[in-house]
């Protein structure tokens, strides 16, 4: 099964990052719809999105966001067909033990996205870090510890993006979120972007196959 919003999304994030690299990764729309929308366990499919990757290294930088596509697609459609407590199960327990290292934190921006809709509230990186993180909480510093660099730099909402690029530059290249810092503030500070608005964040991009990609998932997602 697929979740609509996440079939919409990874279809944009290869136009996305096909529109700004050589190679064309619309191509693989159906290869990657294959895996999103097979009925075969998470570990499988997992394994499969993997196989993708790895017969087409010219997309390897989406990987592991597509694998946060592949678990907000789980708790979307997935598990719909499952036993109503399968996350509290020690079979889900030991998935999520063997799946630690992968993903990133767009998983949570998901999560949250879809707290939004189910609320009917807008996206707001405050509301995102305080009520939904808890950054502020002293039990979730390990989140606090993760988005320093955004809650220190909260003032760039007000700042055009040419400044997010600065700040992101300036991240140390072991952040957890050196990578996804440009999209994501770029998303929250407007979050329905113009086509002309898209241009000038795709300007300023670090990686604009990459952050234009990641910005597209955000955009269609909501």
Same mark, same amino acid.
């Given at each position: 099964?697929?979740?609509?919003?996440?079939?919409?999304?990874?279809?944009?994030?290869?136009? =996305?990052?096909?529109?700004?690299?050589?190679? %064309? =990764?619309?191509?693989?729309?159906? !290869?990657?719809?294959?895996?999103?929308? +097979?009925?075969?366990?998470?570990?499988?499919?997992?394994?499969?999105?993997?196989?993708?990757?790895?017969? $087409?290294?010219?997309?390897?930088? &989406? #990987?592991?966001?597509?694998?946060?596509?592949?678990?907000?697609?789980?708790? +979307?459609? !997935?598990?719909?067909?499952?036993?109503?407590?399968?996350?509290?199960?020690?079979?889900?327990?030991?998935?999520?033990?063997?799946? &630690?290292?992968?993903?990133?934190?767009?998983?949570?921006?998901?999560?949250?996205? $879809?707290? @939004?809709? !189910?609320?009917?509230?807008?996206?707001?990186?405050? %509301?995102?870090?305080?009520?939904?993180?808890?950054?502020?909480?002293?039990?979730?510093? %390990?989140?606090? #510890?993760?988005?320093?660099?955004?809650?220190? $730099?909260?003032?760039?909402?007000? +700042?055009?993006?040419?400044?997010? =690029?600065?700040?992101?530059?300036?991240?140390?290249?072991?952040?957890?979120?050196?990578?996804?810092?440009?999209?994501?503030? @770029?998303?929250?500070?407007?979050?329905?972007? +113009?086509?002309?608005?898209? *241009?000038?964040? =795709?300007?300023?991009?670090?990686? *604009?196959?990459?952050?234009? *990609?990641?910005?597209?998932?955000?955009?269609?997602?909501?």
């Amino acid at each position: 099964m697929i979740d609509p919003k996440i079939e919409t999304a990874f279809q944009a994030a290869l136009e =996305a990052f096909s529109k700004y690299n050589s190679f %064309d =990764a619309t191509v693989l729309t159906g !290869d990657f719809g294959d895996v999103f929308i +097979s009925d075969e366990d998470f570990l499988t499919k997992v394994d499969a999105l993997d196989e993708v990757f790895d017969n $087409n290294p010219q997309v390897e930088v &989406l #990987r592991e966001v597509f694998f946060d596509l592949l678990m907000i697609n789980f708790f +979307s459609a !997935d598990v719909k067909k499952l036993e109503e407590d399968y996350l509290d199960t020690p079979e889900w327990e030991d998935i999520e033990e063997q799946t &630690l290292d992968r993903g990133t934190e767009l998983l949570n921006l998901l999560l949250y996205l $879809n707290e @939004c809709e !189910d609320e009917d509230i807008e996206p707001e990186l405050e %509301d995102y870090l305080k009520e939904f993180l808890l950054v502020d909480e002293d039990e979730f510093q %390990d989140e606090y #510890r993760i988005y320093e660099p955004i809650i220190a $730099n909260q003032i760039l909402m007000e +700042s055009p993006v040419e400044e997010i =690029a600065n700040v992101a530059n300036s991240l140390p290249e072991d952040s957890e979120l050196a990578e996804l810092f440009y999209p994501v503030m @770029c998303f929250f500070q407007n979050i329905d972007p +113009s086509p002309e608005a898209k *241009a000038i964040i =795709a300007e300023n991009a670090l990686e *604009a196959d990459f952050d234009m *990609a990641v910005l597209e998932i955000l955009i269609n997602f909501q």
